[in-house]
T-cell receptor
Framework: DTGVSQDPRHKITKRGQNVTFRCDPI?????LYWYRQTLGQGPEFLTY????????KSRLLSDRFSAERPKGSFSTLEIQRTEQGDSAMYLC????????????FGPGTRLTVL | QKEVEQNSGPLSVPEGAIASLNCTYS??????FFWYRQYSGKSPELIMF????GDKEDGRFTAQLNKASQYVSLLIRDSQPSDSATYLC??????????FGRGTSLIVHP
């Protein structure tokens, strides 16, 4: 395992459908983060896990978004009843615990909601 | 609200020149500072991190941190066309959640 992987890399869906994305972090990393990035902006924090515990969730995140990391390894991000405004790149990153440990990003999942 | 500010650019420099990218942050409690490079359509890639005031050098890259003035910069020496990308500044405090700037677009022309 040489890096963070995400699946799928691209997803096109119709408004109102549910989508689920998967992230596999670097194996020894116990922290996992989800971000959303739109054109011309930096990554926007959504939520993060330490092991299987979801420790923080952005107040900007609507109830349509949910994330899990059931065994402290891979994570899933689900968006229910997608809207056109959900179109973005969804990035996953992982790191070791502790202040200052740098995050390593996966390739991202590009979501297009028609 | 924690803010990280970067000039969106583009910053255009000739090949071989020094590119200077700047970032300011609002949270005085910030502890860790990161520079990421992001090519169009790709995910961010970590270039450097710095925790202490002063300079940190890694090859052609130098990160500079001034906590009193709340800015961090990235210098790229001998700029190459392959350095053309968006450079993201990220700042982390005790919450372990980084705040990213919107990035500065760098163009290195031959």
């Amino acid at each position: 395992d040489t890096g963070v992987s995400q699946d799928p890399r691209h997803k096109i869906t119709k408004r109102g459908q549910n989508v689920t994305f998967r992230c596999d972090p670097i194996s020894e990393h116990n922290r996992l983060y989800w971000y959303r990035q739109t054109l011309g902006q930096g990554p926007e924090f959504l939520t993060y896990f330490q092991n299987e515990a979801q420790l923080e969730k952005s107040r900007l995140l609507s109830d349509r978004f949910s994330a899990e990391r059931p065994k402290g390894s891979f994570s899933t991000l689900e968006i229910q009843r997608t809207e056109q405004g959900d179109s973005a790149m969804y990035l996953c990153a992982s790191s070791l615990a502790g202040v200052g440990h740098e995050q390593f990003f996966g390739p991202g999942t590009r979501l297009t909601v028609l | 609200q924690k803010e990280v500010e970067q000039n969106s650019g583009p910053l255009s420099v000739p090949e071989g020149a020094i590119a200077s990218l700047n970032c300011t942050y609002s949270d005085r409690g910030s502890q860790s500072f990161f520079w990421y490079r992001q090519y169009s359509g790709k995910s961010p890639e970590l270039i450097m991190f710095i925790y202490s005031n002063g300079d940190k050098e890694d090859g052609r890259f130098t990160a500079q941190l001034n906590k009193a003035s709340q800015y961090v910069s990235l210098l790229i020496r001998d700029s190459q066309p392959s350095d053309s990308a968006t450079y993201l500044c990220a700042v982390t405090g005790g919450s372990y959640i980084p705040t990213f700037g919107r990035g500065t677009s760098l163009i290195v022309h031959p």
